[in-house]
């Protein structure tokens, strides 16, 4: 097996956890839904339309799906009114479960029984290298001045592969702020202000204060299960097995060893003075729990994590220790292009165009139809009809718009905390600082540099949680698991990536 397809796996396979930690959902999805020719949409408010459907064509839309998504046809049927009157085209959407999304829409892309897809679970590199995506240069540059305003260069620039557009974003956020988490009653108790909190020094301070007053629960916890925190300063490179890295949120432009890079010593050197003095807990390893739901449950007083623009849990607050910032890969982890089989681009491009831009097609393909599927407050958010959850909506997209197209304009559900969400979330993303490395491609097809690589993730795994949970000692370790990694071959390896950025940088 190549280092390219090892490297590709393990990226996909972490891709899904960082965007469930970013805002996604999980749960069992009912996952087809499917829409038929424009008429009239029952309880959708809007009247049947007039234009004859007959010669359009219809343009065969594949999204993946978290929750019950039963009542999609009627959906459908409401956006194809829209796309009559306004594009002459139609749509069928199918909606595929998330846990069947990578076998169902390979399947798909082997012929041109799908146009507009989303790319997801794997790297956009392997769909291009599978040659299933269309280059969308041309129409990018014909698009509306809207579209064109919706995406920064380098957010566009992060779905280009060799310089060429084969994707485009969706809206969720590319970075993230690292923060600790507290219980809110305790903080207060204790006397502290979250916002007054932006250090490690003062962290500890606060975790110490803590550990006295509160002997009898667990001062800080992973982030989830053995995870100490999903990612800090430090980057893979589109490789989150770490295996050369970047430090400084990806500003540096050299490639080092994990076990080198000076934030992440720094890092271990606070977790392990922690975990000697009874902060941590002691089966960190073995953990199965989130954080969170161990603040909640009283269990625990603190715990890092990784975040967008949302409110904190109920119960907890946050002190943002880094400001958000946007790993190299994160912004092509998941995108939506045009099928390179597909029998109408011309279409399929309008229709994806339409998913970006048409503030009365998103909201009715995120939130379903309004006084069905929601109500809309006076705020401008929506909310679901009473006793309605996410959980058991019969169209239940509200809470996972990450995985559409986009939401610009579309009332936020209240679970995802103000109304002004989509704006903010906008905001969010064009302000993160983004990572030198963004738009990286490691081509090692002929390198043959397989068996280095391998031995280098088994000392990765032997070490990484560990230092990162405090339970090894940083001042021995990192220089043992460094030699390690150099018997690997990590010195091939780093060779390689730093050769790859060094042309990504112009260099």
Request: glycine residues 8%; aromatic residues 10%.
């Amino acid at each position: 097996m190549k280092l390219k397809r090892v490297m590709g796996w393990l990226l996909a396979s972490a891709m899904i956890v960082s965007l469930a930690a970013c805002g996604g959902g999980s749960g069992s999805s009912d996952t087809s839904g499917s829409g038929g020719t424009a008429g009239s949409s029952a309880d959708s408010g809007s009247s049947a339309s007039s234009v004859d459907t007959g010669d359009m064509v219809t343009v065969q839309v594949a999204m993946p799906s978290f929750y019950d998504m039963t009542d999609a046809p009627m959906v459908n049927e409401a956006i194809n009114e829209i796309l009559a009157e306004r594009y002459g085209i139609q749509c069928q959407i199918t909606f595929i479960s998330s846990g069947s999304w990578t076998q169902q829409s390979n399947l798909l892309l082997t012929s041109d029984e799908v146009d507009v897809i989303c790319y997801y679970t794997l790297p956009l590199t392997t769909y291009v290298s599978n040659g299933q995506c269309l280059p969308l240069d041309d129409y990018v540059a014909s698009a509306s001045d809207k579209f064109k305003s919706l995406f920064t260069e380098e957010q566009m620039n992060g779905c280009k592969i060799d310089g060429v557009q084969y994707a485009i974003p969706n809206l969720r956020n590319y970075g993230s702020q690292y923060v600790v988490f507290f219980d809110e009653a305790k903080l207060a108790e204790l006397g502290y202000n979250p916002d007054e909190i932006t250090t490690m020094d003062q962290v500890e301070e606060v975790l110490y204060a803590a550990h006295e007053a509160y002997p009898d629960i667990y001062t800080v916890v992973p982030q989830s299960a053995s995870t100490f925190c999903n990612l800090w300063t430090w980057e893979g490179l589109g490789d989150n097995a770490m295996i050369g890295v970047l430090g400084n949120c990806g500003q540096d432009e050299t490639v080092v060893d994990i076990f080198e890079c000076e934030d992440f010593i720094e890092f271990c050197n606070y977790t392990h003075q922690w975990y000697t003095d009874g902060l941590i807990m002691g089966d960190a390893l073995s953990n199965q729990e989130s954080g969170t739901t161990m603040i909640q449950n009283g269990a625990a007083f603190a715990s890092f994590s990784n975040r967008a623009n949302e409110v904190p849990p109920a119960g907890l607050t946050q002190s943002v220790l880094v400001q958000n910032w946007t790993p190299s890969a994160n912004i092509s982890a998941l995108t939506y292009g045009i099928n390179a089989l597909s029998s109408h681009p011309d279409e399929a491009w309008t229709m994806l165009e339409a998913l970006y831009t048409d503030t009365d097609i998103m909201t009715l393909l995120i939130d379903g139809i309004q006084d069905v599927h929601y109500v809309l407050n006076d705020d401008g958010s929506a909310s679901y009809p009473e006793g309605v959850t996410a959980t058991t909506s019969t169209y239940g997209n509200a809470t996972t718009y990450w995985a559409m197209p986009y939401a610009e304009g579309v009332p936020p559900i209240t679970d995802l905390g103000s109304p002004t969400f989509f704006d903010d979330l906008i905001e969010f993303n064009n302000e993160s600082l983004i990572s030198k490395g963004t738009g990286f491609i490691l081509d090692t097809d002929a390198l043959g540099v397989t068996d280095q690589y391998t031995a280098c993730q088994n000392v990765v795994d032997k070490y990484y949680d560990g230092l990162m949970n405090g339970v090894l000692d940083p001042d021995t370790v990192m220089a043992q698991a460094h030699q390690e990694m150099i018997d690997a071959g990590i010195e091939d390896i780093i060779a390689v990536k730093q050769a790859a950025l060094d042309e990504l940088l112009g260099k």
